[in-house]
Protein backbone atom coordinates (compact mmCIF):
# COMPACT_ATOMS: atom_id res chain seq x y z
CA UNK A 1 0.00 0.00 0.00
CA UNK A 2 1.18 3.47 -1.21
CA UNK A 3 2.07 5.69 1.75
CA UNK A 4 1.18 9.77 1.51
CA UNK A 5 2.70 12.70 2.86
CA UNK A 6 0.45 15.92 1.97
CA UNK A 7 2.47 19.20 2.57
CA UNK A 8 0.93 22.58 2.22
CA UNK A 9 0.63 26.22 2.95
CA UNK A 10 -1.21 26.28 6.26
CA UNK A 11 -4.07 24.10 7.24
CA UNK A 12 -4.78 23.19 3.76
CA UNK A 13 -3.68 19.57 3.48
CA UNK A 14 -5.00 18.58 6.94
CA UNK A 15 -8.39 20.06 5.52
CA UNK A 16 -8.22 17.77 1.71
CA UNK A 17 -7.29 14.69 3.58
CA UNK A 18 -10.09 15.22 6.10
CA UNK A 19 -12.36 15.77 3.23
CA UNK A 20 -10.99 13.24 1.18
CA UNK A 21 -11.76 10.19 3.48
CA UNK A 22 -15.33 11.88 4.15
CA UNK A 23 -15.61 10.92 1.05
CA UNK A 24 -13.88 7.54 0.28
CA UNK A 25 -13.42 6.30 3.79
CA UNK A 26 -10.97 6.90 6.63
CA UNK A 27 -7.22 5.90 6.18
CA UNK A 28 -6.40 4.36 8.92
CA UNK A 29 -2.61 4.11 8.06
CA UNK A 30 0.39 5.64 6.31
CA UNK A 31 -1.40 9.15 5.65
CA UNK A 32 0.13 12.44 7.04
CA UNK A 33 -0.64 15.62 6.31
CA UNK A 34 1.73 18.74 7.51
CA UNK A 35 1.13 22.40 7.22
CA UNK A 36 3.83 24.55 6.88
CA UNK A 37 3.23 27.99 8.98
CA UNK A 38 5.51 30.75 8.49
CA UNK A 39 6.11 30.81 12.43
CA UNK A 40 8.38 27.69 11.80
CA UNK A 41 11.84 28.32 11.06
CA UNK A 42 13.16 26.47 7.52
CA UNK A 43 15.27 24.07 10.22
CA UNK A 44 12.19 23.07 12.08
CA UNK A 45 10.32 22.29 9.03
CA UNK A 46 13.03 20.67 7.43
CA UNK A 47 13.71 18.38 10.61
CA UNK A 48 10.18 17.43 11.10
CA UNK A 49 9.80 16.36 7.29
CA UNK A 50 13.05 14.57 7.12
CA UNK A 51 11.52 13.08 10.39
CA UNK A 52 8.07 11.62 8.34
CA UNK A 53 9.62 10.91 5.28
CA UNK A 54 11.93 8.24 7.06
CA UNK A 55 8.70 7.14 8.97
CA UNK A 56 6.65 6.82 6.08
CA UNK A 57 8.87 5.22 3.31
CA UNK A 58 9.35 2.30 4.89
CA UNK A 59 7.00 0.37 2.99
CA UNK A 60 7.52 -1.66 0.14
CA UNK A 61 5.18 0.11 -1.79
CA UNK A 62 6.44 3.73 -1.70
CA UNK A 63 5.49 7.21 -0.77
CA UNK A 64 3.65 9.85 -3.09
CA UNK A 65 4.15 13.19 -1.61
CA UNK A 66 1.91 16.04 -2.87
CA UNK A 67 2.13 19.29 -2.68
CA UNK A 68 -0.16 22.19 -3.29
CA UNK A 69 1.89 24.55 -5.45
CA UNK A 70 5.42 24.48 -7.56
CA UNK A 71 7.98 26.93 -6.15
CA UNK A 72 5.85 27.40 -2.78
CA UNK A 73 8.16 26.82 0.46
CA UNK A 74 6.46 22.92 0.61
CA UNK A 75 7.87 21.75 -2.64
CA UNK A 76 11.02 23.66 -2.55
CA UNK A 77 12.00 22.55 1.05
CA UNK A 78 10.86 18.72 -0.04
CA UNK A 79 12.82 18.03 -3.56
CA UNK A 80 16.42 18.62 -2.04
CA UNK A 81 15.40 15.97 0.98
CA UNK A 82 13.94 13.24 -1.70
CA UNK A 83 15.32 13.70 -5.01
CA UNK A 84 17.94 10.91 -4.80
CA UNK A 85 15.66 8.41 -2.56
CA UNK A 86 14.13 5.57 -4.13
CA UNK A 87 10.85 4.90 -4.24
CA UNK A 88 9.54 8.47 -3.35
CA UNK A 89 7.97 10.87 -5.67
CA UNK A 90 6.45 14.25 -5.39
CA UNK A 91 3.38 15.82 -7.14
CA UNK A 92 2.07 19.36 -6.78
CA UNK A 93 -0.80 21.32 -7.44
CA UNK A 94 -3.28 18.80 -5.21
CA UNK A 95 -6.57 19.09 -5.11
CA UNK A 96 -9.40 16.94 -3.30
CA UNK A 97 -10.15 15.10 -6.57
CA UNK A 98 -6.57 13.92 -6.61
CA UNK A 99 -6.80 12.70 -3.14
CA UNK A 100 -9.53 10.60 -3.78
CA UNK A 101 -8.01 9.06 -6.23
CA UNK A 102 -4.92 8.48 -4.57
CA UNK A 103 -6.72 6.95 -1.73
CA UNK A 104 -8.94 4.76 -3.73
CA UNK A 105 -6.61 2.89 -5.29
CA UNK A 106 -3.70 2.90 -3.26
CA UNK A 107 -4.00 -0.64 -2.30
CA UNK A 108 -4.02 -1.93 -5.98
CA UNK A 109 -1.47 0.27 -7.65
CA UNK A 110 1.93 0.42 -7.54
CA UNK A 111 3.50 3.94 -7.01
CA UNK A 112 4.36 4.30 -10.47
CA UNK A 113 1.21 3.45 -12.00
CA UNK A 114 -0.58 5.50 -9.24
CA UNK A 115 1.43 8.48 -9.59
CA UNK A 116 0.59 8.66 -13.42
CA UNK A 117 -3.24 8.23 -12.79
CA UNK A 118 -3.57 10.75 -9.98
CA UNK A 119 -1.52 13.17 -11.97
CA UNK A 120 -4.38 12.61 -14.85
CA UNK A 121 -7.36 12.54 -13.26
CA UNK A 122 -6.21 15.50 -11.58
CA UNK A 123 -5.90 17.20 -14.39
CA UNK A 124 -9.39 15.70 -15.77
CA UNK A 125 -11.01 17.02 -12.65
CA UNK A 126 -10.40 20.99 -13.88
CA UNK A 127 -13.00 22.17 -15.82
CA UNK A 128 -15.08 24.72 -17.51
CA UNK A 129 -18.09 23.59 -16.36
CA UNK A 130 -20.62 25.97 -18.34
CA UNK A 131 -18.68 24.91 -21.52
CA UNK A 132 -19.13 21.38 -20.31
CA UNK A 133 -22.38 20.74 -19.94
CA UNK A 134 -23.31 23.95 -22.79
CA UNK A 135 -22.27 20.90 -25.10
CA UNK A 136 -24.68 18.05 -23.64
CA UNK A 137 -27.33 20.40 -22.90
CA UNK A 138 -28.90 21.28 -26.25
Known amino acids: MVNFLVVTHGE ?3 YL ?3 AEGIVGAQMEGIHAMSLSPRQSL ?3 KSSLSRLIEDLRRTPDGLLILTDM ?3 T ?3 V ?3 LVKDLPGVEILSGVN ?3 LVVAFNNRKSMKLDALMQKILEDGKKSI ?3 KALFATQVK
Do not use: C, K, Q
Open 74 to 76: PTN
Open 96 to 98: LYM
Open 127 to 129: RDI
Open 70 to 72: VGG
Open 43 to 45: SEI
Open 12 to 14: FGA
Open 17 to 19: VEA
Open 78 to 80: LFP
